[in-house]
């Protein structure tokens, strides 16, 4: 009994701290950024999973882990047309280029997917991050079947319905990239035509 | 004649790095990264931020400002005027100004306080341009340069200097903004790159000790000496978020959580990146 008081009352001083710190922390970010260009103060708000993947450390656990997961996989927004391959050379573009979004970025200018900032593609571009697995011959290996073209269309639009704290951005829930520009990517990714998938 | 030399190796290494990559896979790829070692190793000890120390002792030297004083009494932790060592115990607890100070946010305060220069016009254009260079970067890299082969010793002793530890780790794994991103999701891991930039994993204490005692440090690809508060700076710009203001409280509190992790290593800065 002497020890659960003694916890309860360490717990409640622990979360006193902690609430302070926190308190602290907010009102850091609102003192210590500012809004500039496209980059908005808005931007440093979180949403429930990048609050959730905050306080777990990107190793989301508890009840709310499979809500947030159904509520991103709902807001996907699958192309009406029912097809998800696009041009695989518009892809490759896109691929590329890592421009979009920051504050050095005009507002309307090009926006990227900044897909070889972190995953090997075409086996032409030697420069490749490797933060994401290889996709090199994703078509290939995994096959271009509808099921795994709506799979890849979902995970480029939004990592998150997938695995929740991916590091991967949701660039369809995001606004970064068009229903089209996701379609393109997918094509390089699983187009036999597409480098990726030419043997 | 020094100078020319450095001015030399810097331009044949831009050139060198430019120079287009083969089609092929990994072996391409860890040739690429060989290279870079190599060249890194071939500049030995001259690394052109020689350059800037020697311009930054003579910003330091010389009166400037309304009070037309020099820099020579500023005091970075260890007393008015000691330069060597300093930069080893930074950030630190400053009790003139009742705040946790990097180097570039205690050269504001002795600039302002000794030679009477105004806090706007100094933070207006903090980071060197292809056309303008800045004081500060001069002097972060010559005061930088007198800690060279010391450990790193950044103390931890007063409450605001662990309450500022707390908030850098905080800001650290804080993810927001239009891609998610936090710190952690680049600098959590390791041996991971984006493009071929090899990437530190700031959360081990090899990694942060890696990483910061060498920087600041001679951006080869930019042609320009760069400061701890410009990494961060860009760090942010590539994270998606509004703009961190210079010298402030969350950027001090970030550099402080990634310094006092190193601890114990050996300053080994200025040093030379991509």
Not at chain 1, 77 to 103: I, N, S, V
Not at chain 2, 27 to 39: K, P
Not at chain 2, 54 to 69: D, H, L, N, S, V
Not at chain 2, 116 to 138: H, L
Request: proline fraction near 5%; include cysteine.
């Amino acid at each position: 009994m002497l020890a659960a008081t003694a916890c309860a009352a360490f717990a409640t001083h622990a979360d006193a701290a902690d609430s302070a710190l926190d308190a602290r922390f907010r009102q850091m970010l609102l003192d210590d950024f500012r809004a500039r260009g496209v980059a908005g103060m808005d931007r440093l708000d979180q949403d429930d999973v990048q609050k959730l993947c905050t306080d777990t450390r990107d190793r989301p656990r508890g009840a709310a882990v499979q809500a947030l997961l159904k509520h991103q996989q709902e807001l996907i927004r699958w192309p009406e047309d029912g097809r998800f391959l696009g041009d695989w050379r518009a892809g490759e573009k896109l691929a590329q280029e890592g421009r979009g979004m920051t504050w050095a970025d005009r507002p309307g200018g090009p926006t990227g997917g900044s897909c070889y900032g972190c995953h090997r593609i075409s086996p032409a571009e030697i420069s490749f991050g490797t933060i994401g697995p290889s996709l090199l011959h994703l078509g290939r290996d995994r096959g271009s079947s509808p099921q795994m073209q709506r799979y890849v269309y979902g995970h480029i639009y939004n990592a998150k319905a997938y695995n929740l704290c991916s590091y991967m951005p949701r660039f369809g829930t995001s606004g970064a990239l068009t229903e089209q520009q996701i379609k393109d990517l997918v094509a390089l990714l699983l187009d036999t035509d597409s480098p990726v998938n030419r043997p | 004649m020094r100078r020319a030399f450095l001015h030399a190796v810097g331009i044949v290494l831009a050139v060198i790095l430019a120079k287009p990559a083969g089609a092929g896979g990994d072996e391409d790829v860890q040739d690429t990264s060989a290279g870079i070692e190599r060249y890194r190793q071939m500049l030995g000890e001259a690394n052109p931020a020689e350059l800037d120390e020697a311009r930054g002792e003579q910003i330091w030297k010389t009166a400037a400002g309304p009070a037309q004083a020099t820099l020579e009494r500023c005091d970075l932790g260890l007393g008015p005027g000691v330069v060597k060592g300093a930069y080893a115990q930074l950030p630190r607890l400053f009790a003139d100004t009742a705040r946790v100070q990097d180097l570039e946010s205690r050269l504001i305060t002795c600039m302002m306080k000794l030679q009477g220069i105004a806090q706007a016009d100094i933070v207006a254009k903090p980071f060197s341009t292809s056309t303008v260079r800045s004081d500060i970067e001069a002097l972060v890299a010559y005061v930088t340069a007198q800690s060279r082969g010391m450990p790193m010793h950044v103390p931890l002793d007063e409450p605001q200097e662990r309450q500022a530890y707390s908030l850098g780790e905080r800001l650290f794994f804080y993810r927001a903004g239009p891609y998610d991103f936090s710190c952690a999701s680049c600098h959590s891991q390791d041996g991971r790159r984006i493009r071929l930039q090899e990437l530190p994993n700031l959360t081990t204490k090899a990694g942060a000790r890696h990483a910061y005692t060498t920087w600041p440090a001679y951006r080869v690809s930019q042609g320009l000496f760069r400061s701890f508060q410009w990494r961060l700076n860009d760090c942010f710009r590539q994270q998606r978020f509004p703009e961190p203001v210079y010298g402030s409280d969350a950027t001090i509190a970030l550099t402080l959580f990634i310094a006092a992790n190193a601890n114990g290593a050996i300053y080994n800065g200025p040093g030379i990146k991509r």
